[in-house]
């Protein structure tokens, strides 16, 4: 079965660290792309980062710039997100999704064109 299991979701005080996990299974990450995602209650879906490529160059939104850092582990077939310094507006589902190299759907914000996603993982910041 092909998908991806994000993991690490957790209640944080503001102010705290957290670090999140984007497992592939039955696929190798090599040949993908991997952008990160949230969805806080009510809101759309919001995009983090694009294109952490299996050399662990991403492209970050600029309002994610600083806090947010997305690394990789190509023998663990994982990605990570950290984040720092979270507050409450942090509060959200935290999604990865996945796209072949040289796609641009994630740039572009046709999300759904991706081709794998998971079902996320919930970040709550909260005192």
């Known amino acids: 079965q092909l998908q991806l299991v994000e993991s690490g979701g957790a209640l944080v005080q503001p102010g705290g660290s957290l670090r999140l996990s984007c497992a592939a299974s039955?696929?190798?990450?090599?040949?993908?792309?991997i952008g990160w995602f949230r969805q806080a209650p009510g809101k759309e879906r919001e995009r983090i980062s694009c294109?952490?490529?299996?050399?662990?160059?991403?492209s970050y939104a600029a309002s994610m710039k600083g806090r947010f850092t997305v690394s990789r582990d190509n023998d663990k077939n994982t990605v990570y997100l950290q984040m720092t310094s979270l507050n409450p507006e942090d509060t959200a589902v935290y999604y990865c999704?996945?796209?072949?190299?040289?796609?641009?759907?994630?740039?572009?914000?046709?999300?759904?064109?991706?081709?794998?996603w998971g079902k996320g993982t919930l970040v709550i910041v909260s005192s």
């Open positions: 999704a996945a796209e072949r190299i040289g796609g641009s759907n994630c740039l572009l914000g046709y999300y759904r064109a991706m081709d794998y």
């Open positions: 294109g952490t490529s299996k050399d662990g160059g991403t």
């Open positions: 039955g696929f190798t990450l090599d040949y993908y792309d």
